[in-house]
């Protein structure tokens, strides 16, 4: 079946840094990518809509510069998350919508921890 | 916002009984989606049941969609312990931008 993979699955960082997070589709086209924010116990929040080739769509509230995107071919988009601070220790989900199907396909997650 | 909200937030029960999770939405859908979501882990679809539809059942699952009161059901039988995760509906993003809004999810517990 289809896959997406995610890159790396746990981060550590220090702050300041940036860190670099990978969504592939491994056996599919994505024309849309999406990236979302999850919390402890808590729901799926959108960070962002990627469209292949072209600049990403923001949620309000979601800052543009803080959490690059870029989703450079049909398979693969990244987060950066630029600045870090231990308030975005978080985990990252992406999610990729298959050009042919339209079916929409999740990653497993990246944990970040910034310390 | 277009998230949808879950009841109960948290449920505890013996392996073997049923569990059954509640979504309220906000909005006209087309569809909607229940996921699954180990903890720590990606989400896994379960189902998806389109407007027009009532009720579908996939193996121990049952879900229900009442467009009139905007509300759908996730009905799992015969809980065991592996079935310990949370449960989210979603619904699609109506404006045309194709993602997905994730209710407030349910976290399930069956005790062995």
């Known amino acids: 079946g289809a896959v997406v993979s995610q890159h790396p699955s746990r981060v550590i960082c220090k702050s300041g840094t940036s860190v670099k997070i990978e969504c592939r589709s491994l056996d599919f086209q994505a024309t849309t990518m999406f990236w979302y924010r999850q919390f402890p116990k808590q729901s799926l929040m959108l960070m962002a809509t990627?469209?292949?080739?072209?600049?990403?769509?923001?949620e309000q509230g979601v800052e543009k510069d803080k959490f690059l995107i870029n989703h450079a071919s049909l398979t693969l988009s990244t987060l950066t998350v630029t600045s870090a601070h231990p308030e975005d220790s978080s985990f990252y989900i992406c999610?990729?919508?298959?050009?042919?199907?339209?079916?929409?396909?999740f990653g497993e997650g990246s944990w970040l921890t910034v310390v | 916002s277009q998230q949808g909200e879950e009841d109960p937030q948290a449920l505890s029960i013996q392996e073997g009984e049923n569990a059954t999770m509640n979504c309220s939405y906000k909005?006209?859908?087309?569809?909607l989606q229940w996921y699954r979501q180990n903890s720590g882990r990606g989400l896994v679809h379960l189902i998806l049941?389109?407007?027009?539809?009532r009720e579908k059942h996939s193996g121990r699952l049952r879900v229900t969609l009442d467009t009139s009161k905007k509300s759908s059901s996730l009905l799992i039988t015969a809980s065991r312990a592996a079935d310990t995760a949370s449960y989210f509906c979603a619904t699609p993003d109506q404006t045309g931008a194709n993602n997905l809004f994730f209710g407030t999810g349910t976290r399930l517990t069956v005790i062995p």
């Open positions: 909005t006209s859908i087309n569809n």
């Open positions: 999610s990729a919508r298959s050009r042919t199907r339209g079916t929409i396909y």
């Open positions: 049941i389109r407007s027009n539809e």
């Open positions: 990627s469209n292949e080739g072209s600049k990403a769509t923001y």
